[in-house]
C-alpha cells in the first residue's frame, strides 16, 4: 500500500484561510464518506449520519487548531473526533428519546464495533475514496479503450491478450495502456496528498 | 505484480531492440500513443522482460496492488454513495454556507486535546460538559467510589510556559484544602501523566452565566442568596490563602437538586500566571468582572473578588456586566475609570441595600470596599432575610470626569438610536463610534520599534502595557497568528511594497510627477507618522516633523487618540501637503523638508479628508462634527463652511474645475456645492449606509462614491445613480483614473478592486493585503495603483492595528479599447 504521510497542519490553516475553496472541496470529497460511513456502522441513521458528517468536517476547519502533528497522523486524530461527535450524537439521543420509539437508543451504544476494527475500516474507507478520486481524474482524460484495458488487465485480472481480442487493441497496447493508467493513478494519489498537507 | 508478466509469450524479436528507460518514461508520460512509438509498442508484444520494466517504472509492485485493491473495493458497489452523503458533501462545498472569512466566529466546540478520551486514568468519561478556560470539562465516571467526578484536562499550550506545571500543583493543592459547601471541591489531582488533569466534585445544575441568559435577570432574593454563598465560599477560600482572581458568572455553580451556590475554577487563574507577565502587566481574568487594580496590572489581595463579586451581583441584577465595551481595552479602562450605571436605571425593585451592597463592592479603591468576604456574606444574608440594614458608605467618593462623559455620551448613543430607528444598520456604525477604547497611549508598535521617544511622551500617557487574555481567544489569536505567519501568494501584478509604517495606513497621496508618494498612519493605533517614499525604488526618503503640531486642541471624541493622520493631500505643484487629523487639527507641510508651514485652526472635531483643488489655490476639509470648511491654502484664511450634514464627513472632494465640491457623510447623503455661488446644488441619497469616499471624474460630471458594500457611480447633472458596484465587504476609499476609464476601491475585505466604469466591469481584483484597506489612489503616470490600510477586528470582536501595514503598487492591467455607443 501506499504509504500516506500524515497530513500536515498547514492544510488546516488553508482550509482556515477561505481562499482555498479547492482545497476545501477536496478535503469534504476526501473525508465525508469515510466519515458518513463510520457514522452508519455506529448504527446512525442516514440523516443523522449526514448531518454529524457536515458538523464534524465544519468543526475541523473551523475550530480552533486543535490538531498535534507530533501526536498521530492527521486521519488518526479526525478519527476520534468523529468517535466523539457520534458518542456524543448518542448520547444527546438517549437523553432526549425523539418520541418515535427510539428504545434501540440504548443497544446502540452496545452496538459499538470493536475498536481496532473500526479503525481498520475507516483507514481502509480513507485509501479507497483517495484513490477512486484519483481514478476519477485519469478516467477523465484517457480514452475509454485505454481505461479498459487498464481496468480488465489490472482491476478484474483478465489477462493481457484476452483484454487485447476483446479491445481489438495489440498486447503492447494493453500493457502501454495499463502501465500509463497506472503511472497517473499514482500521480494523482501524490497529488491530492500532497494537496492534503 | 506477480502474474501479470506470465500470461505472455516469452518471444524476444532479434529485430526490435529493448526498449531504453528514457523511451518507458516517454510511452508512460503520453495519453496517447504517438506514430514514432509504435515500434515500441509492437516490441512491447513480445518482449516480456520489456514489459516488466514498463510495469515497475509506471508504479513498483505495491503501488500496483494498492491501486488494485482500493478500486476493486470501491467499485463493487459496496460502497455506492447514498444519496444523503452526496446531498452532505454538496451542502459543505456550497460557499455561502460556510464562511471562515471572520475569525471572530469561529465557534470553539470539540477538543484541545489530540484525541478525545474514552477514559482519563480510572475515570470513564460519560461526555464533555464544558470546555473551562483551562481546557475540556468532562462527565466522568469514578468506578471505584461509584460516582459521578468532573474531570477538567489542562489544554497543553498553557502549560507551556516554564514551571507552569508546578505552578499548577502547588494551587491545585491549595485549593483542594478548601473545604467548604459554597466551593467545588477538588478530588485529586493526575498529574503524573503528560496530560495533567483535576478530578472534581461534579456539580449537576447550571452556572449563573446560563442562568442569566436563560431569565435576562433574577429576583432580588436570589441575587442576595447567591451572593451571600459566593461571599461565604470566597471566605473560606481566602482563609485558606487563595484568591479567585476570576470570578464570574460562568464560574458560580447552582446546585439543581439544592439549589446551593459553588464556586467553581478557583485558583485556577492564579495557577497561569508566572512571574513573568506579572512584571509585565499581562492581566488574567475575565474583562468584564475583574477589579481596577487587577486591570491595572497592579498587586492584588482578596478584594479584588469582591469587587468581581460585585461584577456580578450587578450582572444578575441588570443582565449585564458594569463595564462593557467592544474590546477588552475598553472594558479595562471603564473598569479603571468609570463609574457603573446605576442599577435604578434598570430596574427600581432591588431594595436599597442591596444596591448600596453592591455599589460598594465595585468601589474603585480597595480599600472602600468591604474588608472581608465573610462581611459580604453576613451583610447579604440579612438582606436576604429582610432585616433592616444600613450600609455605610464608603469614606471617599471619587467620579471621574470620564464617568459623567461616558454617562452623557451613552445617553447620546441611546437618543441616536431611538431618534434614528433603526438598529442594524448602526451595528458597525456604533462598533466604530463607540470605540471608546483605543488606548490613548503611544502605538505599541512604534514602542517596539523603539520610537517614542521625542517629546510625544510629554503629552502621551505612557503605553498600557496591559493585556487581557480570555483562554478561548487565546485559542483564537493562536489560529490568528499562524494565519498572519502564512505567505500569501503574490499578485502578478503587484510592483511592490513600502515597508515602514509599524501601524495602519489611512491615507496616501501621489505627487503630480508620480516621483514621491506620501502616507499618513492614525487609526487604529496608527504609528502617527507622515511619511515620504520615493515611488521608483520604494525606499522611505524622511518623515514629516510630527512633533510641531498640536496634539489635540479640539474634541477627538474618545475614538482616536491624538496625533493620528486621517487624511494627506498634496499640492498641484508637488511641493506641499495637507493633513487632517484627530481633535480637527490641518497642517500644511512642506514636503521636501517635512516642515510645518502652517495650520488651519478652526476646526473642533477630527478631520477626515481633505482635498486640494486643480489650482491649489484653495484646500476643502471635513470634520466628524459634520462641518467642511474651504480654505486660502497660502494665507490660511477661511473662506467657506459647508455646513448642513447630520453626522460624520467623512470624505471631501473638489470638482477638477474647482467649481464644485462634493462631501460625503455618515448621514448617509452626499452633497454637491457649488463653491463659486456658496450654495449647495443637489443632495444625493444613498441606500441606508454612510458615504465613505468620494472622487470626481476628470469630466465634473460624474462621481464614484463608497457607500456600505457598494462603489456607486452618480451622474451629477441629473442626480441619478449610473451604477452600483458590489464590493465583498464595507468598502472604503476610491478612485477614478486621470483618463476616466477606470475605478478603484479598498475594502474591509482586504481586496482592492478595479473596475472598468463604462461597463461597470471588473477587471482586477489585487490581493496581498492582509487588513483592511483604507485609500487607494492612482498614479498620476497611468499606470499604477497604489493602495494602504491595517487594522482589523479582533478575535473578540473589538479592534487592532492587525499586522500588515505595507504600501502596495499595481500595474494597472491591459484595457480594452472603449466602446462608443450611439444615444
Keep these: 500500500m501506499l504509504q500516506a504521510p500524515p497530513t500536515r497542519p498547514t492544510l488546516l490553516i488553508r482550509l482556515r484561510g477561505a481562499r482555498d475553496e479547492e482545497a476545501w472541496r477536496q478535503f469534504v470529497e476526501l473525508y465525508a464518506p469515510a466519515v458518513f460511513r463510520m457514522c452508519r456502522r455506529r448504527g446512525l441513521q442516514e440523516a443523522d449520519a449526514a448531518d454529524v458528517t457536515q458538523e464534524v468536517l465544519r468543526s475541523v476547519a473551523a475550530g480552533p487548531l486543535q490538531y498535534d502533528p507530533q501526536r498521530g497522523s492527521f486521519r488518526s486524530w479526525l478519527y476520534g473526533i468523529v468517535r466523539n461527535k457520534v458518542h456524543d450524537f448518542l448520547q444527546h439521543r438517549s437523553r432526549h428519546p425523539s418520541g418515535t420509539g427510539d428504545s434501540g437508543m440504548l443497544e446502540l451504544f452496545q452496538n459499538v464495533p470493536d475498536a481496532k476494527d473500526e479503525a481498520q475500516r475507516w483507514e481502509q474507507e480513507y485509501q479507497q475514496r483517495l484513490f477512486s478520486m484519483a481514478a476519477e481524474k485519469v478516467r477523465a482524460v484517457v480514452d475509454d479503450s485505454t481505461w479498459q484495458a487498464f481496468w480488465q488487465t489490472a482491476i478484474d485480472g483478465r489477462t493481457a491478450r484476452e483484454v487485447a481480442q476483446a479491445l481489438g487493441m495489440s498486447e503492447g497496447a494493453v500493457y502501454v495502456a495499463k502501465s500509463r493508467v497506472v503511472a497517473r493513478i499514482k500521480r494523482q494519489v501524490n497529488q491530492i496528498e500532497g494537496n492534503q498537507q | ?823
Design chain 2, 1 to 823: 505484480m506477480n502474474n501479470i508478466a506470465s500470461h505472455t509469450r516469452d518471444v524476444s524479436s532479434p529485430g526490435s531492440a529493448c526498449l531504453s528507460d528514457g523511451q518507458l518514461n516517454a510511452l508512460l508520460d503520453e495519453l496517447q500513443v504517438t506514430p514514432l512509438q509504435s515500434a515500441l509498442v509492437a516490441h512491447l508484444d513480445q518482449c516480456e522482460s520489456c514489459r516488466i520494466r514498463l510495469e515497475t517504472s509506471a508504479a513498483d509492485q505495491q503501488q500496483w496492488s494498492a491501486v488494485r485493491h482500493n478500486l476493486r473495493c470501491s467499485g463493487s458497489g459496496e460502497n455506492q454513495e447514498s444519496a444523503r452523503l452526496t446531498a452532505a458533501i454538496a451542502a459543505l462545498c456550497e460557499p455561502t454556507e460556510f464562511d471562515l472569512t471572520c475569525a471572530g466566529n469561529i465557534p470553539c466546540q470539540g477538543e484541545t486535546l489530540s484525541l478525545p478520551p474514552d477514559q482519563i486514568g480510572i475515570y470513564k468519561i460519560v461526555g464533555q460538559v464544558g470546555r473551562g478556560g483551562m481546557g475540556v470539562v468532562y462527565k466522568a465516571f469514578d468506578p471505584t467510589l461509584q460516582r459521578h467526578v468532573a474531570i477538567k484536562r489542562i489544554a497543553e499550550f498553557l502549560l507551556e510556559q516554564p514551571g507552569a506545571l508546578e505552578r499548577f500543583r502547588r494551587e491545585a493543592r491549595a485549593v483542594a484544602a478548601i473545604q467548604d459547601p459554597h466551593v467545588v471541591s477538588i478530588h485529586s489531582i493526575e498529574d503524573s501523566g503528560p496530560h495533567p488533569f483535576l478530578v472534581m466534585e461534579f456539580v449537576e445544575g447550571l452556572s449563573l452565566a446560563e442562568w442569566l441568559r436563560r431569565s435576562g435577570r433574577i429576583g432580588w432574593q436570589d441575587v442576595a442568596r447567591i451572593g451571600a454563598e459566593a461571599a461565604a465560599g470566597l471566605a473560606a477560600a481566602h482563609a485558606a490563602g487563595v484568591i479567585h482572581r476570576d470570578i464570574k458568572p460562568a464560574n458560580i455553580l447552582v446546585d439543581q437538586a439544592t439549589g446551593r451556590v459553588k464556586i467553581s475554577d478557583f485558583g485556577l487563574a492564579r495557577m497561569l500566571d508566572d512571574g513573568s507577565h506579572t512584571q509585565t502587566g499581562l492581566v488574567r481574568g475575565t474583562p468584564e468582572y475583574i477589579a481596577p487594580e487587577q486591570a491595572a496590572g497592579d498587586p492584588i489581595d482578596h478584594r479584588a473578588d469582591l469587587f468581581s463579586l460585585g461584577s456580578v451581583l450587578y450582572a444578575a441584577c441588570t443582565g449585564q456586566p458594569p463595564f462593557e465595551a467592544d474590546n477588552v481595552m475598553a472594558v479595562l479602562r471603564r473598569t479603571r475609570e468609570n463609574r457603573q450605571r446605576p442599577i435604578a436605571e434598570f430596574r427600581n425593585d432591588i431594595p436599597q441595600p442591596l444596591v448600596q451592597v453592591i455599589d460598594r463592592l465595585l468601589s474603585k479603591n480597595p480599600d472602600d470596599r468591604f474588608a472581608t468576604a465573610g462581611e459580604v456574606a453576613d451583610v447579604l444574608l440579612r438582606i436576604q432575610r429582610g432585616e433592616d440594614v444600613r450600609i455605610e458608605k464608603p469614606s471617599r467618593v471619587v467620579v471621574s470626569h470620564s464617568s459623567l462623559r461616558f454617562i452623557l455620551k451613552i445617553a447620546a448613543l441611546v437618543a441616536l438610536a431611538v431618534g434614528i430607528g433603526v438598529g442594524g444598520i448602526y451595528a458597525r456604525a456604533a462598533l466604530l463610534q463607540d470605540d471608546d477604547g483605543q488606548p490613548q497611549s503611544a502605538p505599541q508598535a512604534a514602542a517596539d520599534a523603539g520610537k517614542a521617544s521625542d517629546s510625544d511622551n510629554a503629552a502621551i500617557p505612557a503605553p498600557t502595557r496591559v493585556q487581557i487574555v480570555k483562554p478561548d481567544d487565546l485559542l483564537r489569536e493562536r489560529i490568528r497568528a499562524e494565519k498572519d505567519e502564512l505567505e500569501l501568494p503574490r499578485h502578478p501584478l503587484l510592483v511592490r511594497e513600502f515597508i515602514g509604517h509599524t501601524g495602519p495606513v489611512n491615507s496616501i497621496a501621489i505627487t503630480p510627477d508620480a516621483k514621491q508618494l506620501i502616507s499618513a498612519s492614525g487609526w487604529p493605533t496608527g504609528d502617527r507618522s507622515v511619511r515620504v517614499w520615493e515611488l521608483a525604488s520604494g525606499k522611505e526618503l524622511h518623515q514629516f516633523d510630527t512633533a510641531a503640531m498640536p496634539k489635540n486642541h479640539g474634541d477627538s471624541g474618545e475614538r482616536e487618540a491624538p496625533g493620528e493622520f486621517f487624511t494627506v493631500a498634496v499640492t498641484p505643484d508637488g511641493q506641499q501637503a495637507v493633513t487632517g487629523a484627530t481633535g480637527g487639527a490641518v497642517c500644511v507641510w512642506s514636503i521636501a523638508s517635512g516642515e510645518l508651514i502652517r495650520q488651519f485652526e478652526k476646526h473642533t472635531a477630527t478631520v477626515y479628508d481633505s482635498a486640494i483643488s486643480a489650482k491649489g489655490d484653495v484646500v476643502l476639509t471635513g470634520d466628524r462634527s459634520g462641518m467642511s470648511r474651504l480654505w486660502n491654502l497660502s494665507t490660511g484664511a477661511e473662506l467657506m463652511q459647508l455646513s448642513g450634514h447630520k453626522s460624520w464627513i467623512r470624505c471631501v472632494a473638489i470638482s477638477p474645475d474647482g467649481k464644485r465640491a462634493l462631501t460625503g457623510s455618515y448621514d448617509k447623503t452626499m452633497r454637491l456645492w457649488d463653491l463659486e455661488r456658496s450654495e449647495m446644488i443637489r443632495e444625493f441619497k444613498t441606500q441606508q449606509n454612510w458615504i465613505w469616499d468620494i472622487a470626481f471624474a476628470p469630466s465634473g460630471n460624474v462621481a464614484a462614491c463608497v457607500s456600505g458594500r457598494t462603489v456607486q457611480l452618480w451622474d451629477l447633472e441629473s442626480g441619478e445613480l449610473i451604477r452600483s458596484l458590489a464590493v465583498g465587504d464595507s468598502g472604503t476609499g476610491v478612485d477614478i483614473s486621470a483618463d476616466g476609464r477606470l475605478v478603484i476601491a479598498g475594502s474591509y475585505d482586504g481586496k482592492v478592486r478595479l473596475w472598468d466604469i463604462d461597463s461597470g466591469e471588473l477587471l482586477e481584483t489585487y490581493t496581498g493585503h492582509r487588513d483592511w484597506v483604507w485609500s487607494v489612489k492612482f498614479s498620476p503616470d497611468g499606470e499604477h495603483a497604489l493602495s494602504a490600510g491595517g487594522g482589523r477586528y479582533t478575535a473578540t470582536g473589538g479592534m487592532e492595528p492587525g499586522v500588515d501595514f505595507a504600501i502596495r503598487q499595481w500595474k494597472l492591467p491591459a484595457v480594452p479599447p472603449r466602446v462608443a455607443k450611439p444615444k
